[in-house]
């Protein structure tokens, strides 16, 4: 069942068997700038997950008699008031804030696809409810209910502290993506390929898995993308203001929170820069990607 | 017609769309699509409708295969009450009755190729497992649909309108239906593949014994596949026949004018085309009496007070109209 | 008939859409000629560079596609006979957008998308008026209802100041056409003017279509794949195949004498009322992708008499009688008996 040929018909027209998955993958691959996205971004990927493994670092390793110095072969981004290898730090911060940001766009999906499509599919007085709630959880104030709500789990201890700004940002992003969900879905229901799932008598398993789902899965992958660069923004924005993840454990949001002492911003850029340009980077290439799946979708080009 | 055996009877059928929100209700203000529509199809036959765009001619078909569950009336496919069955029942019943859509291009999931497009009602209704002979029984499908079997990787994108009609009619066709209703199955389609089609569709009756209700608003193709015509009008069969008999001898005026404004190619014989004025009222406010009077150039008093019966004023030959019989 | 002036003369007209998988031919070698008070019916099937044709005219042709130098669109509407006139294909935007909407103007398939939701039928058609000629709203609301009345609609002082919405696909239609003939266009493009619409409505804008034209002498371009709208409205007939014309002919000349396959497959694949055949006869095949358009004839695939030399070559202008042209090598001997 896997072989797949390619057709030459007589006139020499050449017809390949390209699935929609396949013939995206090739849209996608001729997108330079989408491709540049992905490279960058796999290369941050890659970098943030071997060079804190390489250095071989322990996070709490720190050398009080060698503070705040500057770039150096041994430190290559020089060392912070503590002590402790910026290079290293940044890397390990990287690694945080993007499993974060993986993290945040997977509650986001998880939630965003489970609502929305059940809100679509079955309709009526469940539609009206679930739309309601997604209304209302849609209302509130984004960046206050994030300070608040991690202003309470203060208590959480350090190492959790991550998973909890994960779960907030997923918990609060999810209704956009719900009523894209539920959009897409009530459109597809009216196509007349769903009538014919009826008339042939199929069960409602095979109608949302094996014809609805594949037919969402496209949006719902372009949102997760996209989720997850905010995600990761979000994540410094409240690292930054304090109340994300917090030291000792790295990100790149608290890498970025010691430009706040003018001491720092002005003589040693070393410490907070390259934690900005790293995460402008990530989110920047994220977005590409994004947007380049979003094209290579593109149901009017696939005709 | 020769006697056979009935297969689908049709009795006072209605569906009503209701303009508020949710279930309609009785006397509430409603879209009265399929508005007490009776027939009966036999073994073997064409049944072609015909009507303008709102008639209720697609609600009809679907209301027929409960895809929309009716108001009022009653469906009986081999003498049961389809409208009594539950849900597993009703499935499967669907191996036995199908529908062929107009949009060559909505009606096929775009992200699946045309083997699991045809092998997906096969494996649901478990006549196949997969294997050698669900692969053998698609190709030799597809080879009958006059569609390349070696074309079985590809997907919908990949085919011309003509093509994907082809694979919605196998679609339709491989659980060996009897009964099979045809939705403008050629409307989209240009005049050179519109004829291979209506071609490939008779071929597939007369192999298979399949009876069609085939409801299309051309009615040069009508003619063309039927045996028998009825002409819908806002919701309501306002005449039905012999194809014969209703195309030489029309007896219901809105029957008359379709079959007047339908543009003959043949130069030699110009004629005046319009010869009924005025548009197809909204089926919200549906006329009194008869509701085709404001449009008839033979409408009487009688014909705003009274709705007409729909009586048989020749055998086999439904009107309703007040006057038929009478016109010359 | 041909002591009518001449309108449009369109010579070698060839429209390329530049892909990534190399140029399409949507045009390739189109010619007519057009008259006053003349209906000329372009027919073909979809795909067939009909409507391209018509947007050439009117400029409206965007890229990736290219009117392809050496192709002529000459309209002499607003010149005296026998002189050059101005050619579309070249003329500058400028020059283009003083013809449309004034000289040449157009109506679509769709008349429910074609007008603006969210203004009323009154104003868009004032604002055609008053964008072309130089009067004053009162004037122009007057002359709107009488163009109203004049297409057939009652009540053209209520319906002046209807949204589209509000209005049937038949009436938006009726108001499309009020509107094309705002300005007293010399040629008006018409691209499958009633294939929207109910049969009954179909009969009435068709022979509102044909009373207009014998009462302002406009030129009309009539696109269709209906040969039974040809047949009743038109009076010369351009028969269209994978962005070529292949046989051109007075409307009873070709009905009664078609010569190219491809015509008598069409008129043949038409089931009409009048036949009691069991079977249609189709042409078999599909249309060539207009990426991949064979050397030879275009229709050398799906035609019955397909020859050798069918495969090889092009087949060139034949002319069987006075404007009776056919493109097609079966015919080739009749040309040199005619001479």
């Given at each position: 069942m896997k072989k797949k040929q390619n057709i030459i018909l007589e006139n020499g027209e050449h017809i390949d068997v390209v699935g929609p998955w396949t013939l995206a993958w090739r849209r996608f691959k001729a997108n330079r700038i989408a491709m540049a996205g992905l490279i960058i971004f796999l290369v941050i990927l890659v970098s943030v997950i071997l060079v804190p493994i390489i250095l071989g670092?322990?996070?709490?390793d720190y050398d009080?008699?060698?503070?705040?110095?500057?770039?150096?072969?041994?430190h290559l981004l020089g060392t912070d008031k503590q002590g402790r290898d910026v290079f290293f730090r940044l890397f390990l911060g990287g690694r945080i804030s993007i499993f974060v940001g993986v993290l945040a766009a997977a509650f986001t999906v998880i939630l965003g696809s489970i609502v929305g499509g059940v809100a679509g599919f079955y309709g009526g007085r469940i539609d009206n409810l679930l739309m309601r709630f997604t209304e209302v959880v849609y209302s509130l104030p984004f960046i206050p209910m994030i300070l608040a709500v991690s202003f309470i789990m203060l208590w959480v201890p350090q190492e959790q502290k991550l998973l909890v700004v994960a779960l907030i940002i997923g918990a609060l992003s999810w209704p956009g993506l719900a009523r894209l969900v539920r959009g897409q879905i009530l459109t597809l229901r009216e196509q007349e390929f769903m009538q014919a799932c009826e008339a042939l008598g199929f069960s409602d398993f095979s109608k949302i898995f094996k014809h609805l789902m594949p037919n969402v899965f496209s949006l719902i992958i372009v949102n997760a993308t996209l989720g997850m660069a905010s995600a990761i923004l979000t994540e410094a924005g409240l690292s930054f203001l304090g109340m994300g993840v917090q030291a000792p454990t790295p990100s790149w949001g608290n890498l970025m929170n010691l430009a706040r002492e003018s001491q720092i911003f002005l003589n040693y850029p070393w410490q907070w820069a390259p934690a900005g340009i790293m995460c402008l980077l990530t989110v920047v290439s994220i977005n590409l990607i994004g947007e380049g799946i979003r094209d290579a979708f593109d149901p009017k080009a696939l005709r | 017609m020769p006697e056979s055996k009935k297969i689908l009877e049709v009795k006072n059928l209605k569906k009503y769309f209701p303009i508020k929100k949710g279930k309609y209700k009785e006397?509430?203000?409603?879209?009265?699509?399929?508005?007490?529509i009776t027939f009966d199809l036999y073994e073997g036959e064409t049944l072609g409708l015909v009507g303008e765009s709102g008639c209720g001619k697609s609600t009809l078909g679907r209301t027929i295969l409960r895809l929309y569950e009716p108001t009022g009336g009653r469906v009986l496919f081999r003498e049961e009450d389809?409208?009594?069955?539950?849900k597993k029942e009703m499935r499967k019943l669907r191996e036995d009755m199908q529908i062929i859509f107009q949009d060559p291009y909505s009606s096929l999931?775009?992200?699946?190729?045309v083997f699991n497009i045809l092998a997906e009602p096969l494996l649901a209704h478990g006549i196949f497992k997969r294997g050698p002979e669900l692969e053998a029984y698609v190709k030799d499908l597809m080879d009958r649909c006059?569609?390349?079997?070696?074309?079985?990787?590809?997907?919908?994108?990949?085919?011309?309108g003509g093509q994907r009609q082809r694979i919605g009619i196998a679609r339709s066709l491989a659980l060996n239906p009897s009964f099979v209703v045809c939705d403008?199955?050629?409307?989209?389609?240009?005049v050179s593949i519109q004829s291979q089609i209506i071609n490939l569709m008779k071929d597939m009756q007369e192999e298979k014994k399949i009876s069609y209700i085939f409801i299309s608003h051309d009615l040069s193709v009508v003619k063309h596949i039927s045996d028998r015509v009825g002409v819908m009008y806002l919701g309501s069969m306002v005449e039905l026949a012999d194809k014969e008999v209703l195309y030489?001898?029309?007896?219901?005026p809105y029957t008359k004018a379709l079959i007047a404004a339908i543009p003959i190619?043949?130069?030699?014989?110009?004629?005046?085309?319009?010869v009924i004025q005025g548009e197809i009222p909204s089926n919200v406010n549906i006329p009194s009496g008869c509701k085709f009077h404001p449009r008839?150039?033979?409408?009487?008093d009688i014909c705003k007070q009274k709705e007409p019966a729909y009586r048989e004023?020749?055998?086999n030959h439904f009107v309703r109209c007040h006057f038929a019989g009478e016109f010359e | 008939m041909s002591i009518n002036k001449k309108v449009l003369k369109v010579e070698d007209l060839r429209i390329y859409f530049h892909t990534k998988s190399g140029?399409?031919?949507?045009?390739d070698g189109n010619h007519f000629t057009m008259y006053e008070n003349e209906t000329l019916a372009i027919v073909g099937e979809s795909g067939c560079g009909k409507s391209v044709t018509a947007m050439s005219i009117l400029g409206?042709?965007?890229?990736?596609?290219e009117i392809m130098p050496g192709s002529k669109i000459m309209y002499?509407?607003?010149?005296?006979?026998n002189a050059e006139g101005l050619n579309l294909a070249q003329a500058s935007d400028e020059q283009i957008r003083e013809i449309r909407g004034n000289e040449i103007s157009m109506i679509f398939q769709e008349p429910m998308s074609s007008?603006?939701?969210?203004?009323t039928v009154g104003d868009q058609i004032t604002e055609n008026i008053m964008t072309h000629e130089d009067v004053d709203a009162k004037a122009a609301r007057e002359r709107a209802i009488e163009l109203l009345s004049e297409v057939g609609i009652s009540r053209p002082e209520k319906v002046v100041?209807?949204?589209?919405?509000?209005?049937?696909g038949g009436m938006c239609q009726r108001v499309m056409i009020a509107m094309a003939l705002s300005c007293k266009p010399k040629l008006l493009i018409a691209d499958?003017?009633?294939?929207?619409?109910?049969v009954t409505i179909q009969a009435q804008i068709l022979s509102l279509m044909n009373r207009l034209k014998e009462k302002t002498g406009t030129s009309i371009m009539l696109i269709t794949h209906d040969l039974g709208v040809v047949a009743q409205v038109a009076d010369h007939v351009n028969v269209m195949y994978a962005g070529k014309v292949v046989e051109s002919a007075p409307v009873n000349e070709l009905f009664e004498n078609p010569k190219h396959p491809y015509t008598i497959g069409l008129m043949k694949s038409m089931p009409s009322l009048a036949d009691k055949e069991e079977r249609l006869s189709t042409i078999e095949g599909s249309v060539p992708n207009s990426l991949y358009?064979?050397?030879?004839?275009?229709f050398a695939d799906r035609c019955?008499?397909?020859?050798e030399k069918c495969k090889a070559e092009q087949p060139s202008d034949t002319k069987i009688k006075s404007r009776h042209h056919v493109w097609c090598f079966l015919h080739e001997e009749e040309d040199h008996a005619g001479k």
């Open positions: 670092i322990d996070v709490n009080l008699s060698s503070t705040n110095l500057a770039p150096s072969a041994q | 006397g509430q203000p409603a879209v009265k699509a399929v508005d007490d389809i409208s009594k069955k539950n999931n775009p992200r699946m190729n006059g569609l390349p079997s070696y074309y079985c990787y590809r997907y919908p994108h990949q085919f011309s403008e199955p050629v409307s989209a389609l240009d030489q001898n029309p007896q219901h190619p043949d130069p030699k014989k110009r004629k005046e085309l319009s008839c150039p033979f409408a009487k004023i020749q055998k | 140029d399409a031919k949507a045009v409206l042709v965007d890229k990736p596609g002499t509407g607003n010149v005296p006979e007008l603006n939701p969210v203004i100041d209807n949204y589209p919405f509000q209005l049937s499958e003017p009633t294939t929207a619409l109910d358009l064979p050397k030879g004839c275009y019955p008499f397909a020859m």
